[in-house]
């Protein structure tokens, strides 16, 4: 089995002889290398990039509005990840972000991932029926771990998610009401066993 660090390293030199610099070359790696420790496929999809690349045509997407649309060929799934990473403080107040033809979609979910740690907030990511939640850059949650990922996505959907419990304030006061229960009440005992007590002053 290919450690993580491998993985990371043949990624950043493939993509430096495909054609990318150093610095997009080293992202790169470090995406593949996020997208295997979360069990998806990532040298898989980079391979499959790679031999498509040098006959097709992709569209670089460097500034990033709400609506993004290419008319022509799809978007490259790595300009576009560095892109939203790079510009995710004023992305963030869009919400909901949209993309129409992006290539090997997978390839920028690491991207929105980390995205997602900078801005502390989940992003949430769907197209073509597949689903991913992004947690902080903690972990990728997906409903095709383990399945292939389709090559082209018709419409990206991007929504940031505000912060927000997943219970009611009922179910929080009945939590905290039990947790009451380990409170345990000062007594005189415990004031002299409290830090700095039965110090006695010698001068």
């Known amino acids: ?11 950043k030199r493939a993509s430096r002889a495909a054609g990318f610099s150093w610095g997009v070359s080293e992202e790169i790696g470090k995406s593949i290398r996020l997208l295997e420790l979360f069990g998806l496929q ?16 992709y569209e670089n997407l460097s500034l990033i509005n709400q609506k993004n649309t290419s008319e022509k060929n ?16 004023s992305i963030e107040k869009f919400k909901i972000i ?16 980390r995205s997602s740690e900078i801005i502390g907030k989940r ?6 029926n597949i689903e991913f939640l992004l947690n902080l ?21 991007v929504r940031i998610l505000e912060n927000e419990d997943s219970f009611s304030d009922e179910e929080w006061k009945s939590l905290y009401k ?5 409170f345990v009440e000062e007594t005189d005992s415990l004031k002299e066993g409290a830090a700095g007590a039965g110090l006695t002053d010698n001068d």
């Not at 799809?74 to 403080?89: A, M, R, T, W």
């Not at 949209?98 to 991932?113: D, E």
């Not at 992003?123 to 073509?128: G, S, T």
């Not at 039990?178 to 380990?182: F, Q």
């Open 137 to 157: 850059n903690v972990n990728i949650s997906s409903n095709i771990l383990n399945k292939n990922c389709p090559l082209l996505a018709e419409n990206v959907e």
């Open 123 to 128: 992003v949430f990511i769907k197209f073509n």
């Open 74 to 89: 799809p978007y490259c799934p790595i300009i576009l990840g560095i892109s939203f990473l790079d510009q995710i403080k």
């Open 98 to 113: 949209i993309f129409n033809k992006v290539a090997f979609p997978l390839l920028m979910i690491p991207f929105l991932s």
């Open 42 to 57: 990532g040298v898989k999809i980079l391979n499959q990039y790679y031999q498509t690349k040098p006959n097709q045509k």
């Open 1 to 11: 089995m290919k450690s993580l660090s491998e993985i990371d390293t043949t990624s």
């Open 178 to 182: 039990l947790s009451e229960e380990t």
